[in-house]
């Protein structure tokens, strides 16, 4: 646990004698004294401490004790500090109302009665002492909370997301998809599925290892997601499989084609995969657009534009691989 800090007392008097007095009074409680000769001297003390109590001197030369209170109420963080004003003069009704609307919680009259003055002190620093280790609770349970809620959301993000890319995995490409449906039923607006299979991955992965074919999928990744928008979904299936949801400006499947194409123009240029590893791939790319792809028996239309991107992506490679096609066409 942390350690609670000792509570500081702020003492205003422009009299050296009264400091003296206040100073071997205030020795008997357990608190950091702080003196302060003059209202702006007792102003610029608050900028550097916080205060469990400031005893406050009313007649003083330039700025008196009630202008002093008046900026302390001021202040975000001094308002709350607790004013005691220390006064050698009558203390009528009109003065202690007047105290009371700059923020003192009391007054106590000159010659001070040293019991009546330790006993008002020490009260104060035990309610300023409550307030710490109440403070201190509260950040410890937000830390707690806080800390609690980031091993929620990296949970969450390791059970969504591929540990080797840090794209959607398969679950939650599934639940993407069903939102575009969703989102393509209300707006009446096509979209498109691409189905991205690597070409020639094995061979890199047989020939250098697995690290480095690591770092190709990687690399793969990085590329797919930079040529993306916001408001598309890039996923790895596993493997070497990946999925692609283009949902803006797709407004004909000749659209979703050319943008597969231009695909894979991209991930056909070479990888540099250090150590002086350079490789080229290919990729073959099935293309299916909703609603275009009809709804076969029971399946949904998730399930139907899954399998049509897929084996369009199949089409592909039998017909020479590194390429694209659209499912529907011949």
């Known amino acids: 646990m942390t350690q609670l800090s000792r509570p500081k007392i702020l003492v205003v008097d422009d009299t050296p004698a009264n400091l003296v007095a206040m100073r071997r009074l205030l020795a008997r409680v357990d608190a950091e004294l702080v003196e302060a000769a003059s209202g702006n001297a007792a102003l610029a003390a608050t900028l550097d401490h916080e205060f469990a109590l400031v005893l406050l001197d009313v007649n003083m030369p330039d700025m008196d004790g009630f202008e002093v209170a008046s900026h302390l109420a001021e202040e975000e963080g001094t308002r709350n500090t607790p004013v005691i004003f220390v006064t050698a003069a009558m203390v009528d009704d009109l003065n202690r109302l007047k105290g009371y609307s700059f923020g003192a919680v009391d007054y106590i009259a000159k010659p001070i009665n040293d019991t009546i003055l330790l006993s008002k002190v020490r009260v104060f620093l035990d309610l300023y002492r409550g307030k710490q280790q109440l403070r201190r609770l509260v950040s410890e349970l937000e830390y707690e909370v806080a800390t609690r809620r980031q091993a ?6 390791q059970a969504t997301h591929d540990p080797l890319t840090g794209l959607p995995n398969r679950a939650l490409f599934l639940d993407r998809l069903e939102g575009a449906l969703e989102r393509s039923r209300r707006s009446q607006r096509p979209f498109a599925l691409l189905y991205v299979d690597i070409d020639g991955f094995k061979p890199v992965n047989d020939t250098h290892g697995h690290l480095v074919g690591d770092q190709l999928l990687r690399q793969i990744a990085a590329r797919l997601l930079g040529r993306m928008r916001k408001s598309d979904t890039v996923a790895r299936l596993g493997g070497d499989e990946f999925a692609v949801i283009l949902e803006e400006a797709i407004e004909a499947p000749a659209a979703a084609l050319s943008a597969a ?7 056909r240029e070479p990888y540099d995969l250090g150590e002086g590893i350079e490789v080229t791939v290919g990729a073959s790319i099935g293309v299916a657009c909703h609603p275009h792809v009809p709804v076969e028996g029971t399946a949904t239309p998730g399930d139907s534009l899954v399998r ?5 992506m199949y089409r592909a490679k039998r017909a020479g691989k590194n390429r694209c096609v659209l499912s529907g066409s011949d």
Not at 152 to 157: K, L, P, S
Not at 261 to 267: K, N, Q
Not at 308 to 312: E, H, M
Request: aromatic fraction near 0%; charged fraction near 35%.
């Open 308 to 312: 049509a991107a897929d084996d369009a």
């Open 261 to 267: 194409e231009a695909l894979c123009l991209l991930l």
């Open 152 to 157: 929620e959301e990296q949970v969450r993000h």
